[in-house]
């Protein structure tokens, strides 16, 4: 019934930027929460960050999200259920195919997600 697009992806130097995007299209009736994820070559995937309707901004606990974190940004527009990330300063290591998800129930977890968008940082 819903379904998540993401764009925005691409090729981009080291030291460049992107701006990715994930349209939820259908009935969305309520959504507690969306996250960015990432799965890089040969690795498992791994969170980016979550973020509320309310706009509460959660980061993964894990070495990778000390990384991120103060290069990315993660944000929504609510009204149209926009999901974005922000990626400034990238680096090779964030090379990965970035998923957009959603969790519509407040009990947690994602319960849709998007077909993945591939980013490719080059040296």
């Known amino acids: 019934q819903v379904h998540l697009v993401e764009s925005g992806g691409g090729l981009v130097q080291a030291g460049g930027s992107l701006k990715l995007s994930c349209a939820a299209s259908?009935?969305?009736?309520?959504?507690?929460?969306m996250a960015w994820y990432r799965q890089a070559p040969k690795k498992q995937r791994e969170l980016v960050a979550t973020?509320?309707?309310?706009?509460?901004?959660?980061?993964?606990?894990?070495e990778y999200a000390e990384s991120v974190k103060g290069r990315f940004t993660i944000s929504r527009h609510n009204p149209n259920h926009t999901l974005y990330l922000e990626m400034n300063s990238l680096k090779p290591e964030d090379t990965a195919t970035y998923y957009c998800?959603?969790?519509?129930?407040?009990?947690?977890?994602?319960?849709?997600w998007g077909k993945g968008i591939l980013v490719t940082v080059s040296a």
């Open positions: 259908g009935n969305v009736f309520r959504v507690n929460e």
């Open positions: 973020i509320t309707t309310g706009g509460m901004v959660e980061y993964a606990d894990s």
């Open positions: 998800a959603m969790g519509l129930s407040a009990r947690g977890g994602m319960d849709l």
